[in-house]
């Protein structure tokens, strides 16, 4: 997969997290795919073979997780 750089990290994650409010860049969420408490604006943007675009977790390519697996770290 591709690596996406993201001119504006807020706006597109706003346009493209998959749940009702987008978290700020500054929050702090887990990963339960790798466990690691991360920074959402850390996030990284790959891209599949048909081009379809998806938000990853910093850890990525070590991790496997997308933001669909971030959980509140509290
Ligand atoms: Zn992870």
Do not use: R
Not at 29 to 36: D, R
Not at 47 to 71: H, L, R, S
């Amino acid at each position: 997969m591709e690596e996406i750089k993201i001119e504006d990290k807020q706006q597109y994650l706003n346009d493209n997290y998959p749940f009702e409010e987008a978290p700020k860049l500054t929050d702090k969420k887990k990963c339960i795919h790798c466990g690691s408490i991360i920074t959402v604006g850390d996030y990284k943007v790959f891209k599949d073979e048909v081009g379809e675009e998806y938000i990853y977790c910093p850890n990525a390519p070590k991790c496997d997780g997308t933001v669909i697996d971030w959980f509140d770290a509290d």
